[in-house]
């Protein structure tokens, strides 16, 4: 059983910065692929990005690249999301995820495990 606990959400101006972290419990964190994904009301959960067990290779939902940066820390059992000049519609509840198996980053059933999500909110 691993454990994830996901923080740093909260209320930010359009064009601002957050820094989502995700917390791992367990010792083979450097063994998982780790993905963020979001939900918004009325929506389904949509991929935002991946980052391989090693962090060699990372992910991104088209609708955040080059504004939004994955990264890990397995010595911290720690996986970050860096969201730079957020607008209106990156509001939603972000989740972190992670899978034991290399492939199918962008389909949330294929991840094992959630966080409860943490709230992002972008105003105009």
């Known amino acids: 059983q691993v454990q994830l606990v996901e923080s740093g959400g909260g209320l930010v101006q359009a064009g601002g910065s957050l820094r989502l972290s995700c917390a791992a419990s367990?010792?083979?964190?450097?063994?998982?692929?780790m993905g963020w994904f979001r939900q918004a009301p009325g929506k389904e959960r949509e991929f935002v990005a991946a980052?391989?067990?090693?962090?060699?290779?990372?992910y991104y939902a088209d609708s955040v690249k080059g504004r939004f940066t994955i990264s890990r820390d397995n010595a911290k059992n720690t996986v970050y999301l860096q969201m730079n000049s957020l607008k209106p519609e990156d509001a939603a509840v972000y989740y972190c995820?992670?899978?034991?198996?290399?492939?199918?980053?962008?389909?949330?059933?294929?991840?094992?495990?959630w966080g409860q999500g943490t709230q992002v909110t972008v105003s105009s």
């Open positions: 995820g992670i899978k034991r198996f290399s492939g199918g980053y962008y389909y949330p059933h294929m991840y094992d495990y």
């Open positions: 980052i391989t067990s090693s962090g060699g290779n990372t």
């Open positions: 367990g010792r083979t964190f450097s063994t998982y692929v």
